[in-house]
C-alpha cells in the first residue's frame, strides 16, 4: 500500500479496492492513471473489484469528449466492479452540481445499481465494506490508504494523519 501521485490525483490499491482521491478536474492523463490502476486491479481479482472516488471541490467538470471517455471505460469494466463510492467532499452547492452529473452518467451507463453517492470519508469506507470479499481490506485498512493519499497530496502532515477518522 503506497500512494501514487500524478497531477493532483492520488490513488492507493489494496487487495480488490481501488481508492482515488481527486483535488483537479479530469484531465486525460490523471483519468489514464487511474484507469491503469483500475484494470490491473481487476487482472488481479476477477471476481470483482470495488472503487473509491472522493472528489475534493470545487473544480470544473469534465470537457466533453472526457465525459464520454468516462463514460466508455465504465460501459468496458462495468462487469468487473462490485461498487463504485463517490463521495464528493466541498461546499454544498458545487457537491450538488456533481452528484447531478454523476447521477446522470451512471444510468447512461447502467452502473446505478452498482453507484454509491456519500456524503463524506467514513460513508465511503462503510460503503465498500458492504460488497467486501476476503480481498477487500479492513476498514482500519481503507482508513490508512486515505490518509496515505492525503498525505501524498500535501493535504495533511504526518503528524494530522491521525486526525480522519477510521
Not at 466541498?90 to 452528484?99: I, K, M, N, Q
Not at 470519508?121 to 493519499?149: F, G, I, K, Y
Amino acid at each position: 500500500m503506497r500512494a501514487q501521485v500524478c497531477d493532483g490525483v492520488a490513488c492507493n490499491v489494496a487487495g480488490d479496492v481501488v481508492v482515488t482521491l481527486w483535488t483537479r478536474s479530469v484531465s486525460e492523463r490523471t483519468w489514464r492513471f487511474q484507469m491503469d490502476l483500475i484494470e490491473r486491479r481487476i487482472a488481479a481479482h476477477p471476481e470483482g473489484i470495488v472503487v473509491i472516488n472522493l472528489v475534493m471541490g470545487p473544480h470544473s467538470m469534465p470537457e466533453p469528449y472526457m465525459s464520454e471517455r468516462m463514460r466508455e471505460d465504465y460501459r468496458r469494466i462495468g462487469g468487473q466492479v462490485r461498487r463504485l463510492v463517490m463521495a464528493p467532499l466541498g461546499d454544498s452547492l458545487w457537491t450538488s452540481v456533481l452528484r447531478a452529473v454523476v447521477r446522470s452518467m451512471v444510468l447512461i451507463i447502467g452502473f446505478s445499481k452498482k453507484l454509491r453517492l456519500v456524503d463524506n470519508m467514513v460513508d465511503a469506507l462503510a460503503s465498500a465494506r458492504e460488497v467486501a470479499s476476503p480481498a477487500t481490506p479492513s476498514l482500519t485498512v481503507l482508513a490508512q490508504m486515505t490518509n496515505e493519499l492525503h498525505l501524498a497530496l500535501g493535504l495533511l502532515s504526518p503528524s494530522d494523519a491521525s486526525l480522519l477518522p477510521p
